[in-house]
């Protein structure tokens, strides 16, 4: 579960990126994450991270209390949170295998079980085949989806993807929305903080409106496994 209660986060002296935000998302849960340049989307997902921390308010997330998490911890709860970014961030010298290999090698998987597991992952993102490629060999979208195999890698409980489909076309963006809502179906909680009102439309997901640092509204899907 992810929670924020009563959450503020001003950087500087006065810019208020969120203001006494209250929200939460349940286990399972798919949600879109939309509202204008600059309404705090990319903060939330900071002060998830234990990247940045709030001015005020309690954040709660996978079962840990971020705001006052101790040190050691902070890898643990980075490990129940797969990120894909915006510019996928992928490591260009590595093949695909490696790229998505990398985060299971820095926790002491076997050989065996990475080998395996990428293969399940490359599958998922329908890249069998790529393993040996490079980021360069690849389209922006193939690459996108790489960022998500390597996302799901060490098995999150949540998959935040930031803009997942900037720059894209229409065809791949609906295809990273459905391999998305395919992940929420292994029971994952998948965030998606996006521009794309055409994705939003397509899927019916629970959308939440952020516009300058609060929740101005909090719609519920049709389809989300809590009301049906
Ligand atoms: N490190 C920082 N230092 C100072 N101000 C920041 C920092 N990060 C974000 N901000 C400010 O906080 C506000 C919210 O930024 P944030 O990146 O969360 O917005 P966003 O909703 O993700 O916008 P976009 O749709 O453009 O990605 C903005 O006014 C931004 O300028
Ligand atoms: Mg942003």
Redesign the pocket.
Known sequence: MIKFTNVSKT??DN?H?LRNLTLEIKDGEFVFIV??????????TKLMLHE?LPTSGKIEVNGYDVVNIKKRHIPHLRRTVGVVFQDFRLFEKMTVFDNIAFAMHVVGTPKRVIKKKVHTLLKLVELEGKGGSYPYMLSGGEQRRVALARALANNPDTIIA??PTSNSDKNSSEHLMRLLAKVQEHNKTVIV?T?DLSAVKRLDKRVIT?AD?AVISDIPGGDNDEEN
């Open positions: 950087y500087g810019t990126a509202g204008p340049n600059g309404a705090g989307k990319t903060t939330l940045e930031d803009e903080i521009h952020l640092g």
